[in-house]
């Protein structure tokens, strides 16, 4: 990472580049699972370098990184409630929020089935909700859709768009299927820098005259690929 400046607001932004570009490095740094070598990441007032602010930071903060790791022993539910926990809810909280979480990536109905028997898509959607059961207020996502069919990258849509209304989320990815769908804003990241930042409609217009709406963002991202930073 070199020379970023990135602010985040309600609504959903997609960060685009190619493997290796520094997407999870970035989105680790800003769910203080990194540390940055210099510079400052913040929310509101709380900064992730002040050691008093860490805590009450990653409670602001739902992480949902590329691998979601199914606890064996553990049900849907008390998985979800577990995460809460360890973000400093008390027991009867995370339980109760538990629920909520649930409800809000339409797993409410698989809550008492154990986490080692979800498909793929499912428990993506598990890790979405461990991220959302302490309510947050940012939401990272890395590659959530990577390997889901488009049934799964369907509800996955529909899941951001509901998600992004009272929520900041950021979705790490090098696909651009959907980014019209989904996203207000998107952020193209090549080698640690930022290529490009703005609204959907503004990078959209980056794409040759001509070319059909189902090819624009990937035309786009092809021409802002092809500069130098």
Request: hydrophobic residues 40%; contains cysteine.
């Amino acid at each position: 990472m070199d020379g970023l400046s990135l602010s985040f607001g309600h609504g959903a932004t997609v960060l685009l580049g190619p493997n290796g570009a520094g997407k999870s490095t970035l989105l680790g740094i800003a769910a203080s699972a990194l540390r940055p070598a210099s510079g400052h990441v913040r929310i509101g007032g709380l900064d992730t370098r002040s050691r008093k602010d860490v805590k009450e930071y990653r409670r602001k903060v739902g992480w949902l990184p590329q691998q979601v790791k199914a606890v064996a022993g553990l049900r849907v539910r008390e998985q979800v409630a577990h995460a809460g926990w360890l973000k400093g809810m008390s027991r009867v909280e995370a339980w109760k929020a538990s629920r909520r979480a649930l409800d809000q990536v339409d797993l409410a109905d698989l809550s008492t089935r154990r986490t080692t028997e979800l498909s793929g898509g499912q428990k993506r959607r598990l890790g979405i909700a461990q991220a959302l059961v302490h309510s947050a207020e940012v939401v990272l996502m890395d590659e959530p859709t990577a390997g889901l069919d488009p049934a799964q990258r369907a509800t996955f849509r529909d899941l951001v768009a509901r998600l992004s209304s009272t929520v900041a989320i950021v979705v790490s990815t090098h696909q651009t299927e959907d980014l019209a769908d989904i996203y207000q804003s998107v952020v193209v990241l090549d080698k640690g820098h930022v290529k490009h930042q703005g609204e959907v409609g503004s990078f959209l217009d980056l794409a040759p005259a001509g070319t059909s709406p189902e090819r624009k963002a990937e035309a786009a991202y092809a021409i802002i690929c092809t500069v130098e930073v």
